[in-house]
């Protein structure tokens, strides 16, 4: 299993490559981060990394993650090396999502199974801190697998 830090540091490296250097923004982070999640799941029907997403009103979010990105050390330290089937899967993620906005990624989350129930009961403006569950997250995995298999059917 590998460590969320160094899942997020992996992904800041692939997007500073694409923008000059720049760092990553939270938001893009996050949901980056969640897909990576679901894409382990999909593909080992196991968890990348053990660390929970709450549902926050804009998409997942991991709290450790967000505050060590708000204090300006996530990034910070050597990374751990990670497995070459998880940076596969990483840079899989990456290249899918490179390209839609932190925006358009939050609203992608929103139509994951997890998320919704994870909000279930809390109005659009609230945050919410209850976790998604890992369950939830293999169902949403799974109804991406169909989704690419009708798609590679259609092709």
């Known amino acids: 299993m590998e460590r969320v830090q160094d899942v997020a540091k992996r992904l800041n490296r692939l997007y500073q490559a694409d923008n000059d250097g720049e760092r990553i923004d939270e938001m893009r982070l996050h949901k980056l981060l969640y897909f990576v999640q679901r894409e382990s799941l999909l593909r080992t029907g196991e968890p990348m990394f053990e660390d929970e997403f709450e549902g926050w009103k804009y998409g997942p979010v991991i709290r450790y993650v967000r505050n060590a990105y708000a204090h300006g050390v996530l990034f ?78 259609t092709a």
């Open 76 to 153: 910070e330290g050597p990374s751990e090396e990670i497995s070459e089937e998880a940076a596969d899967m990483i840079q899989f993620v990456y290249d899918r999502y490179k390209k839609l906005s932190p925006w358009k990624l939050s609203l992608l989350s929103h139509g994951e199974y997890s998320w919704r129930n994870a909000r279930e009961g809390l109005t659009q403006d609230q945050n919410g801190s209850r976790p998604l569950s890992l369950l939830d997250i293999r169902l949403d995995a799974a109804r991406e697998k169909l989704r690419r298999d009708l798609e590679a059917r």
